[in-house]
């Protein structure tokens, strides 16, 4: 089945330290995406990806970083230097950039104790 | 950035109809999208509207009005299921790939 997963499913760390969220894709999409969401708010973009070995920073991209090795993966970094970084983080992926549907993975739920 | 607003909560019965608006700023629109999302869950796509008039796919259907920069999906039938939250995302063409702009989305309750 074709899809996008997100691991692990809820994340716990400690104020100070780095944790990379994982994104993998099976679609063939050429273009992914993190959102942030929090409660209350609209999903805001952090960084996003129109091909291999390209990512663009996106509304809220400090304190994340991203990488696009393989068309595949699209890791997400929150440093310690992300000031709040306790939220629900959404991957998502279309067939081209922009211009297509956004299909989403399940989410990972950061806690920063 | 460009404001999308769409209630906080709705509340209908099982059986009822339930219409949740959306409204944006027009300038730069390119294209509106609405998503389920159900708590702790990945929003799931559910319709897309570029052209003024209503889609309609099953219970669900969405109106677009680009003049007047307003959307609403209308949810028939409601079953308990639906109790979701229901976001609506505009595609602003205001650089080269054209972002999406989530609302906050619209909590809606269905009662037995």
């Known amino acids: 089945d074709g899809g996008i997963t997100q691991s692990p499913k809820y994340l716990f760390r400690k104020e100070g330290q780095n944790v990379t969220l994982s994104c993998e894709q099976n679609?063939?999409?050429?273009?992914m995406y993190w959102y942030r969401q929090d409660p209350g708010q609209g999903l805001r973009l952090i960084y996003y990806s129109q091909i291999v070995n390209d990512f663009q920073k996106g509304d809220i991209a400090e304190g994340y970083s991203v990488s696009r090795e393989k068309k595949e993966s699209f890791p997400l970094t929150v440093t310690s230097a992300q000031k709040n970084p306790t939220a629900f983080y959404l991957c998502?992926?279309?067939?081209?950039?922009?211009?297509?549907?956004?299909?989403f993975g399940p989410g990972t739920r950061l806690t920063v104790l | 950035g460009q404001n999308i607003d769409q209630p906080t909560e709705m509340t209908a019965t099982e059986g009822a109809i339930v219409q949740i608006n959306c409204t944006y700023q027009t300038s730069g629109f390119n294209g509106l999208f609405w998503y389920q999302q159900h708590a702790g869950e990945a929003p799931t796509f559910l319709s897309y509207n570029v052209l003024d008039g209503l889609e309609e796919k099953g219970r669900f259907s969405s109106f677009l009005s680009r003049s007047k920069g307003y959307s609403y999906l209308l949810l028939k039938e409601l079953q308990m299921k639906d109790s979701a939250s229901y976001l609506c995302a505009v595609r602003y063409q205001t650089d080269s790939w054209g972002k999406l702009q989530f609302g906050a989305g619209t909590q809606v309750v269905v009662t037995p």
């Open positions: 679609l063939n999409h050429d273009a």
């Open positions: 998502a992926s279309s067939i081209r950039r922009g211009s297509d549907t956004q299909y």
